[in-house]
């Protein structure tokens, strides 16, 4: 398992005003980019589950969810990164598509990912 995060970027046109014949003409912009994180799995036979994406905010919008692989869990989180509470959830959605029994999760330990919650969580899977 593990998890990596974006910054995606949206590109406006932008309209640009310069004098006639200027050979340089430069553009402040300010930077338009969310973060969000892809959390993924895969079994050692190379079998993924499917993934769980964080967008950046605290409202889902129905267009987050256009054109994404089936079973894609979407979430929102303040900052678009894993948080121990949406850490669970991802243990809970492991569990809807992993092989039966028990299985051996391998990740780095980020805070998020310790608590007794997941633990209890991951102890409900098997």
């Known amino acids: 398992m593990d998890?990596?995060?974006y910054r995606i970027t949206v590109h406006k046109q932008n309209t640009v005003l310069a004098e006639k014949g200027s050979k340089?003409?430069?553009?402040?912009a300010p930077e338009h980019a969310e973060n969000v994180t892809i959390a993924m799995c895969v079994n050692t036979i190379g079998t993924a589950i499917p993934p769980m994406i964080?967008?950046?905010?605290?409202?889902?919008?129905?267009?987050?969810?256009?054109?994404?692989?089936?079973?894609?869990l979407v979430r929102m989180a303040p900052k678009?990164?894993?948080?121990?509470?949406?850490?669970?959830e991802f243990i809970k959605h492991l569990a809807k598509y992993k092989v039966a029994g028990k299985c051996l999760l391998i990740f780095y330990g980020a805070k998020c990912h310790l608590s007794i919650e997941v633990l209890d969580e991951a102890d409900k899977t098997t």
């Open 24 to 28: 340089r003409v430069h553009l402040i």
């Open 80 to 88: 678009g990164s894993m948080t121990a509470d949406l850490f669970v």
């Open 3 to 5: 998890e990596k995060g």
């Open 54 to 72: 964080l967008f950046e905010g605290k409202r889902q919008r129905p267009d987050l969810c256009d054109n994404l692989p089936a079973g894609t």
